[in-house]
C-alpha cells in the first residue's frame, strides 16, 4: 500500500509541477490544486497508514495518530480558499490585461491588446 | 499565565472584525483603526518590558500541557520583532488615514489582518502554526497588494500569489515530513528530538530543513527567490508598501528562529545544516539587490532592491552564525525595515508632485515643496546607505566587526563597502535628478497632506531615535541573540510551564 501511494502522490506532483511551468492562468491554477491534492496525501500518509484503526485512544489496541488528520483538515481548508481567490484573480487579470498568459502579455514582444472592459469603481 | 501575551493577536482580530461590520462610516474607520494601532504599541511596548528580563513566557491558548497542543512563546526576539511591527503598523496607518486609503475602506481591515499573522507568526511556538499565520497574512498581503486598480498590479500580483501558493506547498510538505520523521511539531520539542536523531532518519530530515529555507527564502526574498518582490512592492499602494517592509522580515526570522532554534548547534547530525548554504545565496542575493538598485528606472523599484539589499545584508550577519552577528543583525533589521517604509511613504509624497512622470528617474517638473522633500530625502538617503551618524552606519559597523577579517567575511566586508559605494550612487542619481535636474516650471500639484508628511517625518524620528539609543538598543540585541543561541532554555521553559489547574472550590462548584 505505501508504494501504490507513494507513487499516487509522485504523479500529482509531476503533473502538478508540469501544469504550473505552462504559459497561460488556467493550468497554472489547476496544476497548483494537483499540487496541493498531492501535499493533503503527504501529510496524512506521515501519519504512518494503517487500516481498520481508529483515530481515537482506547476504543482498541490499534489506534491511528489524529494529529496529521486535523493537520490535514486544515491544509485542505487553506488551499480551497486559496485556489477560490486565486481563481478570482485570475479572472481579473484576464479582464485588465486583455489576456490570460501568466506574464499578461500574448506572447514576447506582442502588446497585450486593450482590456476587456475597464473595472467600475465599487468593483475593486 | 500571562493572558496579555495573546493580546497582539487578538487586538488586530477584533479590530478588524468591528472594522468589516463600521463598513461604509469611513471617518469612524479610520480614528478606529489607528486608535487600535496605538494601543497595539503600548502593549508590544509592554510585553518588550517584560521580556527584557530575559525569561521565556509561554501561554497555552488551549490549556494543554506542551509540548501538546498550541503555544505561543514570548522571548526577547520576538517581543522585540512585535514591537517593530507595531510601530511601522502605526504610521503606516498615520499615512493612510490621510486619505491614501482609496478606494474604498476596506484598506484598514486587511491591514488589521495582516497584522494578526504577521503578531502570530512571530509570537508561535510551534511549526504548524507558523504555517497557519503564515497563510493569514499571506491573504491579507494578497488583497493589500491588488487593493486599487491598474495592470502592474494585477499582473504581479499573480506572480506574487501564485509563487506563495506554491511557497506553502512545500511548507506543508516540510513540516509534515518533519513530523513524520519526529512525532513532533513544537519548536523546542522538535530541537530536542532532532538532536537525538537516528541516523537513518537523517537524510529526510534534513531535506525538509533545505525545503523550510527555500520557503523562508522565498518570503524573505532571498536569491534566487527575490523575482517578484521589486515589482510587486512598487505596485502596491504607498501604505501598502510600507507595511511589507515587514514582510520580507517575517521571512528573515523564520530563518533565524528555526535554523538557530531546531537544526542549531546542538542537533546531532544535522548540526549547522544550512548556514554554508544561506551564506553563498546571501552574498549573490547582496551583489543581485545591488545591480537591481543601480539600474532601477523608477525610484519605488529602487528602494524595493535596497529591501533586498537589507535582505542580503542581514542573511549574511545571520549566516555568520556567531551570537555578536546575530545581535549585529536585529539591530540591523529593525534599522533596515523602519528606514525601508519611510523611503516608500516619501516615494508616494514625491511622486503626487511630478504630475505625469510619477517615479521616474528623469528630468521633470520642479517639485511643489522641493526644499523640504529634498531634505527628508537626503537625510533618509544618509541612513538607508549607511552613512554616519544615523543609525544604518552603526548597524553595518556592527556587522562587519562581527564579521571579523578572517576567512570568508573577507568577502562580506568587499561586498558591503563596494555595497555602500553602489547605494550611494544609485540613491545620488535619484535625488539629485528628483531635486536638482529640474525644468523652472512648477507642477501644479496640491501641497503634500501634513498629516501624511507628519508619519514621513515620525518614522525618520524613529531612525534618529535608534541612532542616539544604538548602545541599549544593541545591548537587548545581544541578550535576544544570546537567548536564541541557547535552545535548552526553552525546552527548560517549557518542561517548569504549569497549565492552569482548576482550583478546588471551583471544582466543587461545578
Known amino acids: 500500500m505505501e508504494a501504490l501511494v507513494a507513487l499516487i502522490i509522485a504523479v500529482l506532483v509531476s503533473c502538478g509541477v508540469y501544469l504550473l511551468l505552462r504559459s497561460r492562468t488556467f493550468p497554472v491554477i489547476l496544476g497548483l490544486t494537483l499540487l496541493s491534492y498531492a501535499v493533503n496525501l503527504f501529510i496524512f500518509v506521515m501519519g504512518r497508514l494503517r487500516t481498520g484503526a481508529p483515530a481515537v485512544i482506547g476504543s482498541s489496541n490499534h489506534y491511528a495518530d489524529p494529529l496529521p ?12 480558499a486559496m485556489t477560490a481567490f486565486l481563481l478570482v484573480l485570475a479572472l481579473r487579470a484576464r479582464a485588465e490585461l486583455g489576456n490570460d498568459h501568466v506574464d499578461g502579455s500574448a506572447a514576447i514582444g506582442e502588446k497585450p491588446v486593450q482590456p476587456v472592459r475597464p473595472l467600475e469603481e465599487d468593483e475593486v | ?5 495573546i493580546a497582539p493577536i487578538l487586538l488586530p482580530l477584533i479590530t478588524a472584525v468591528v472594522l468589516i461590520l463600521l463598513s461604509g462610516h469611513r471617518a469612524l474607520i479610520r480614528t478606529l483603526s489607528l486608535l487600535s494601532a496605538t494601543a497595539l504599541m503600548g502593549i508590544c511596548l509592554w510585553l518588550l518590558l ?15 500541557q506542551p509540548p501538546f497542543g498550541i503555544l505561543l512563546v514570548l522571548d526577547q526576539l520576538s517581543a522585540l520583532m512585535l514591537l517593530l511591527t507595531s510601530v511601522l503598523a502605526f504610521f503606516s496607518l498615520a499615512y493612510a488615514v490621510r486619505g491614501n486609503d482609496a478606494p474604498g475602506d476596506k484598506l484598514h481591515a486587511m491591514i488589521q489582518f495582516l497584522l494578526v499573522g504577521v503578531n502570530g507568526a512571530f509570537l508561535t511556538g510551534d511549526l504548524f502554526n507558523l504555517f497557519v499565520f503564515f497563510e493569514v497574512l499571506l491573504i ?58 537516528d541516523q537513518a532518519d537523517a537524510p529526510l530530515a534534513a531535506t525538509a530543513g533545505v525545503l523550510l529555507l527555500v520557503v523562508f527564502g522565498l518570503k524573505a526574498a532571498m536569491a534566487p527567490l527575490y523575482f517578484w518582490l521589486p515589482r510587486a512592492y512598487a505596485a502596491a499602494s504607498a501604505p501598502v508598501a510600507a507595511m511589507f517592509a515587514i514582510m520580507t522580515k517575517v521571512g528573515v526570522y523564520a530563518i533565524i528562529r528555526v535554523f538557530t532554534q531546531v537544526f542549531g548547534a546542538d542537533a546531532g547530525n544535522l548540526a549547522n545544516l544550512i548556514w554554508p548554504w544561506l551564506w553563498g545565496l546571501a552574498l549573490v542575493t547582496l551583489v543581485l539587490a545591488l545591480i537591481g538598485a543601480l539600474s532601477a528606472r523608477e525610484l519605488r523599484i529602487q528602494i524595493a532592491y535596497l529591501v533586498v539589499v537589507s535582505v542580503g545584508t542581514l542573511l549574511a ?31 508616494d509624497v514625491i511622486l503626487r508632485q511630478r504630475g505625469e512622470l510619477l517615479d521616474h528617474i528623469a528630468q521633470g ?12 530625502f537626503f537625510m533618509a538617503a544618509i541612513a538607508v546607505i549607511g552613512l554616519p551618524p544615523l543609525s ?4 553595518k559597523v556592527a556587522v562587519l566587526s562581527a564579521a571579523g577579517t578572517a576567512g570568508d567575511a573577507v568577502i562580506l566586508w568587499l561586498i558591503m563597502l563596494g555595497g555602500t559605494l553602489i547605494t550611494l550612487m544609485a540613491l545620488s542619481r535619484s535625488g539629485s535628478t528628483f531635486f536638482w535636474r529640474t525644468h523652472e516650471r512648477i507642477e501644479p500639484a496640491a501641497a503634500a497632506d501634513k498629516g501624511a508628511l507628519l508619519a514621513v517625518i515620525g518614522l525618520l524620528a524613529c531612525i534618529v531615535a535608534l541612532s542616539l539609543a544604538a548602545d541599549p538598543v544593541l545591548d537587548y540585541a545581544q541578550r535576544a541573540a544570546a537567548q536564541l543561541q541557547a535552545p535548552e532554555l526553552y525546552l527548560q521553559a517549557m518542561h517548569d510551564f504549569q497549565v492552569h489547574q482548576e482550583a478546588d472550590h471551583e471544582r466543587e462548584q461545578q
Open chain 1, 69 to 80: 488528520q486535523a493537520l490535514v483538515l486544515t491544509a485542505i481548508v487553506i488551499g480551497f
Open chain 2, 50 to 64: 517584560t521580556a527584557s528580563d530575559g525569561q521565556i513566557r509561554l501561554y497555552a491558548p488551549g490549556n494543554w
Open chain 2, 1 to 5: 499565565m500571562n493572558h496579555l501575551i
Open chain 2, 365 to 376: 517638473p520642479r517639485l511643489r515643496q522641493s526644499g523640504l522633500l529634498g531634505a527628508l
Open chain 2, 140 to 197: 491579507s498581503s494578497y488583497g493589500l497588494l491588488l487593493h486599487g486598480r491598474g495592470h502592474e498590479r494585477a499582473r504581479s500580483g499573480l506572480h506574487y500569489v501564485v509563487l506563495n501558493l506554491i511557497g506553502s506547498a512545500l511548507f506543508l510538505i516540510a513540516v509534515s515530513a518533519l513530523y513524520g520523521v519526529t512525532g513532533s511539531l513544537n519548536l523546542a520539542d522538535l530541537a530536542a528530538k532532532i538532536a537525538r536523531l
Open chain 2, 392 to 395: 544604518g552606519f552603526i548597524g
Open chain 2, 317 to 347: 550577519a545571520v549566516a555568520l552564525n556567531s551570537e555578536a552577528a546575530l545581535a549585529a543583525s536585529l539591530y540591523y533589521l529593525i534599522h533596515s525595515t523602519l528606514i525601508c517604509g519611510a523611503m516608500f511613504l516619501l516615494a
